[in-house]
């Protein structure tokens, strides 16, 4: 696709459950990352994919959560047995990898995550 | 202390106003600059780049001053369709990877 795509949109889920969002990077882009960002807050820094690289998982806040990246392509973020300081907008965002100067960052528009 | 620090605003200004937004950033090491703009509940859009010898987009305007680790934005004439949060972001190689640090971004409301 042309952008950055993420599903779902919204996710409405009980405290305890498991949930997966998905994001589809700008295709050739290698460089994938994972972002957090709760209501009026900054971004956070989650994981961050390059190639066939092992991934940076230094901004995941608890063993709770996990991503992949398949084919190094579509990823998953997974949160296990949610609780309610997970609701947030999950973003997902991708570059070229090349890492020049000036590499630019895209954006897709989240999943907005809600644990009752 | 905040690795790229922003003053959260809001800014008020008037339609066609002249407005100006500092950032700090605290590592040296910081390589490449850019402005995002969020509006409310979408994700950051990238606005424009800031290269060493200040650049202007239209409007806008950003400069880079390495040696006090300062970026500024300034926009004219403002027009109420600029109302949105602008982030300072820079980037930095660590460990392997090219991290993009946000701040948490300054406000703008552009009043009728």
């Known amino acids: 696709g042309a952008g950055v795509s993420q599903s779902p949109s919204n996710k409405v889920t009980e405290k305890g459950k498991d949930v997966e969002l998905r994001c589809d990077p700008i295709?050739?882009?290698?460089?994938l990352y994972w972002y957090r960002q709760s209501l009026g807050q900054g971004l956070e820094f989650l994981i961050y994919f390059q190639g066939n690289s092992a991934p940076d998982k230094s901004g995941l806040p608890s063993d709770r959560f996990s991503a992949e990246r398949t084919g190094g392509s579509v990823s998953t973020l997974t949160i296990q047995r949610t609780q309610q300081e997970d609701s947030a907008v999950y973003l997902c965002a991708s570059s070229t990898g090349r890492l020049n100067w000036g590499e630019k960052l895209f954006f897709g528009s989240g999943t907005q995550l809600s644990v009752l | 202390r905040k690795e790229v620090e922003q003053d959260p605003g809001p800014f008020n200004v008037p339609e066609g106003a002249t407005v100006a937004f500092n950032c700090t950033y605290s590592n040296s090491a910081s390589q490449s600059f850019f402005w995002y703009r969020q509006d409310c509940r979408k994700e950051p859009k990238l606005l424009m780049s800031v290269y060493s010898s200040g650049n202007e987009d239209g409007r806008f305007t950003a400069q880079l001053n390495r040696a006090s680790q300062y970026i500024s934005l300034l926009i004219r004439d403002s027009k109420l369709s600029d109302s949105a949060t602008y982030l300072c972001v820079v980037t930095r190689t660590t460990s392997g990877t090219y991290k993009y640090i946000f701040g948490t971004g300054t406000r703008l409301k552009v009043l009728a």
């Open positions: 295709s050739g882009h290698t460089a």
